[in-house]
């Protein structure tokens, strides 16, 4: 293995884990409450980065197969009965569903480690208990739907009803399965919504697993359905689909503008839009320089930099711009490389080898472009898809590596010195989705929050999501929030129903 502790990387980290072979129990499409084959019969392999190996084949779903899901999905909304129970009886339904979850944390965080290269210390601390915690959420907002009573100009009787959408199709990434999966399907079942999922092909093994927790939980059939697949087929099919009501991608802000085109040329559904990011973090001269390192590294290198929201672009005030140069370099060793099995690891394989290769491919731009590596820039191992924390120094606005999202562990750090050039440079990106800010002044913290064009800001911290707090992008990233109660009504409409008044004593 290759060795370069200076470039958080060792043989001890690198070097596979063994760990008991899991059994993998799902692999087929879930479709009306059934684990079924696809039409055609294909299969594909699902990888393991750590070492480029198949961890299982999956029934590769068609356009006949989605056609076959949203049928499914459409009889369950048209005639079953869960758009039509109380929202406490689906609620009672969800709580359910997060338990099977917390029951099964060890097995789902093994998929995600297995599928993904993420963490399974963190998937077992975190993600697995979060999404729990989500479904339970919107659980909580199931029985609480409610439109309004409207005081009319005329003699008229009027008010609102919230009802559920109908047929949803949430088509989710890669870089968080398990997360991504119940920020769409958790709000969505809340509302009364049946739906079909498509996950990202790279990792559709928790996925499936969900789909049987959901029926043991009780949630009737056809309600939710997963159809593994590829995004120009599997995807487009589910886009642009006559019958399906509503479209929910995450994803790549390329692949969201064919997903918005397929929907305007065929129904005309609605489409909930997170895509890409190249988010900045401005750190202002009075931050404390160690602790505005520690986050700028989070900010990067949390889930091998495979986050939509990642700090990309990290902008430092030039009176503390040699500190925190030097300060980064020293506290970039500390993350380790290595397989998401072994708790020494921060960072594990990037998710497969096109991925792998696309990033070492923009580290190359970076060199070429004039670049300077202060730390990384190469294979972090001989086998699987590791790479060594990198951060460039003597970036210009202008490079590839600053304008593209590149969704690995890449950083850009630049040098700022008055507030409005930190703005300035802050704003000027296709995208919209984060920024973090670093300063002591709440008069700074407050100008920038307003002034940064982005979805979500973070003061003095990074990566603080929470179920309540709505997620979602400005410019190229998108439109429609996830998480929060912004959520929820995104999968509802809002019908209004009028009446005559006659003879009111009120006007």
């Given at each position: 293995?290759a060795?370069?502790?200076?470039?958080?990387?060792?043989?001890?980290?690198?070097?596979?884990v063994?760990?008991?072979?899991?059994?993998?129990?799902?692999?087929?499409?879930?479709?009306?409450?059934?684990?079924?084959?696809?039409?055609?019969?294909?299969?594909?392999?699902?990888?393991?980065p750590?070492?480029?190996e198949?961890?299982?084949?999956?029934s590769?779903?068609?356009?006949?197969?989605?056609?076959?899901?949203?049928?499914?999905a459409?009889?369950?909304?048209?005639?079953?009965?869960?758009?039509?129970?109380p929202?406490?009886?689906?609620?009672?339904?969800m709580?359910?569903?997060?338990?099977?979850?917390?029951?099964?944390?060890?097995?789902?965080?093994t998929?995600d480690?297995?599928?993904?290269?993420?963490?399974?210390?963190?998937?077992?601390?975190?993600?697995?208990?979060?999404?729990?915690?989500?479904?339970?959420?919107?659980?909580?907002?199931?029985?609480k739907?409610h439109?309004?009573?409207l005081k009319?100009s005329?003699e008229?009787?009027?008010?609102?009803?919230?009802?559920?959408?109908g047929?949803?199709?949430?088509i989710i990434p890669?870089?968080?399965?398990?997360?991504?999966?119940?920020?769409?399907?958790?709000?969505?079942?809340?509302?009364?919504?049946?739906?079909?999922?498509?996950?990202?092909?790279?990792?559709p093994?928790?996925?499936?697993?969900?789909?049987?927790?959901?029926?043991?939980?009780?949630?009737?059939?056809?309600?939710?359905?997963?159809?593994?697949?590829?995004?120009?087929?599997a995807?487009?099919?589910?886009?642009?689909?006559m019958?399906?009501?509503?479209?929910?991608?995450?994803?790549?802000t390329?692949?969201?503008r064919?997903?918005?085109?397929?929907?305007?040329?065929?129904?005309?559904?609605?489409?909930?839009?997170?895509?890409?990011?190249?988010?900045?973090?401005l750190?202002?001269?009075?931050?404390?320089?160690?602790?505005?390192?520690?986050?700028?590294?989070?900010?990067?290198?949390?889930?091998k930099?495979?986050v939509?929201v990642?700090?990309?672009?990290?902008?430092?005030?030039?009176?503390?711009?040699d500190?925190?140069?030097?300060t980064?370099?020293?506290?970039?060793?500390?993350?380790v490389?290595?397989?998401?099995?072994?708790?020494?690891s921060?960072?594990?394989?990037?998710v497969?080898?096109?991925?792998?290769?696309?990033?070492?491919?923009?580290?190359?731009?970076g060199?070429?472009?004039g670049?300077?590596?202060?730390?990384?820039g190469?294979?972090?191992?001989?086998?699987?898809?590791?790479?060594?924390?990198t951060?460039?120094?003597?970036?210009?606005?202008?490079?590839?590596?600053?304008?593209?999202?590149?969704?690995?562990?890449?950083?850009?750090?630049?040098?700022?010195?008055?507030?409005?050039?930190?703005?300035?440079?802050?704003?000027?990106t296709?995208y919209?989705?984060?920024?973090?800010?670093?300063?002591?002044?709440?008069?700074?913290?407050?100008?920038?929050?307003?002034?940064?064009?982005?979805?979500?800001?973070?003061?003095?911290?990074?990566?603080?999501?929470?179920?309540?707090?709505?997620?979602?992008?400005?410019?190229?990233?998108?439109?429609?929030?996830?998480?929060?109660l912004?959520?929820?009504?995104k999968?509802?409409q809002?019908?209004?129903?009028?009446?005559?008044?006659?003879?009111?004593?009120?006007?």
């Amino acid at each position: 293995m290759a060795t370069n502790h200076s470039n958080g990387s060792s043989d001890d980290a690198t070097s596979l884990v063994e760990i008991p072979p899991p059994k993998i129990r799902f692999t087929k499409l879930f479709i009306g409450g059934d684990f079924v084959d696809s039409v055609s019969g294909r299969t594909f392999e699902t990888i393991d980065p750590r070492t480029g190996e198949t961890i299982a084949k999956v029934s590769e779903g068609d356009k006949e197969d989605i056609d076959l899901a949203v049928g499914a999905a459409r009889r369950a909304f048209d005639h079953g009965p869960w758009p039509r129970l109380p929202g406490a009886a689906r609620a009672k339904i969800m709580h359910k569903f997060a338990d099977l979850i917390d029951q099964h944390i060890e097995e789902l965080a093994t998929l995600d480690s297995l599928n993904a290269g993420k963490l399974f210390a963190w998937g077992k601390a975190a993600d697995i208990p979060s999404v729990a915690n989500t479904l339970r959420y919107y659980a909580g907002a199931a029985d609480k739907i409610h439109g309004e009573v409207l005081k009319m100009s005329r003699e008229l009787h009027a008010y609102t009803l919230r009802e559920p959408v109908g047929v949803v199709g949430h088509i989710i990434p890669w870089n968080f399965p398990s997360t991504m999966f119940f920020m769409k399907v958790s709000p969505a079942l809340a509302a009364g919504c049946t739906m079909v999922v498509k996950p990202a092909e790279q990792t559709p093994l928790s996925a499936l697993f969900y789909a049987h927790l959901a029926k043991e939980a009780g949630v009737p059939d056809g309600v939710i359905n997963v159809v593994n697949g590829f995004g120009p087929t599997a995807g487009a099919a589910l886009a642009s689909h006559m019958d399906v009501d509503k479209v929910s991608f995450t994803g790549s802000t390329e692949v969201g503008r064919k997903v918005m085109q397929a929907a305007a040329t065929s129904n005309l559904k609605p489409v909930s839009l997170e895509l890409g990011g190249k988010s900045p973090l401005l750190i202002f001269d009075d931050a404390d320089v160690d602790k505005a390192a520690d986050l700028a590294l989070l900010g990067i290198l949390y889930n091998k930099g495979e986050v939509c929201v990642a700090s990309s672009r990290v902008f430092v005030q030039e009176g503390i711009y040699d500190e925190f140069v030097k300060t980064l370099a020293v506290k970039a060793k500390d993350w380790v490389v290595g397989d998401p099995f072994n708790p020494k690891s921060r960072l594990g394989p990037q998710v497969d080898k096109n991925q792998y290769e696309k990033i070492l491919a923009y580290i190359e731009h970076g060199k070429r472009e004039g670049a300077t590596l202060l730390t990384g820039g190469k294979p972090a191992s001989k086998k699987g898809y590791y790479i060594q924390p990198t951060v460039f120094t003597d970036v210009t606005e202008d490079m590839k590596i600053v304008k593209d999202e590149i969704f690995g562990p890449v950083m850009a750090l630049m040098k700022f010195t008055t507030m409005e050039e930190g703005i300035k440079a802050a704003n000027n990106t296709r995208y919209g989705l984060a920024a973090g800010i670093v300063t002591k002044s709440l008069d700074t913290a407050n100008t920038v929050a307003r002034s940064i064009r982005a979805g979500v800001i973070w003061i003095n911290c990074y990566f603080a999501f929470d179920n309540d707090c709505p997620y979602g992008g400005y410019k190229s990233s998108g439109f429609e929030r996830d998480l929060g109660l912004e959520a929820l009504h995104k999968y509802l409409q809002v019908k209004s129903v009028v009446t005559p008044l006659y003879n009111s004593p009120w006007h």
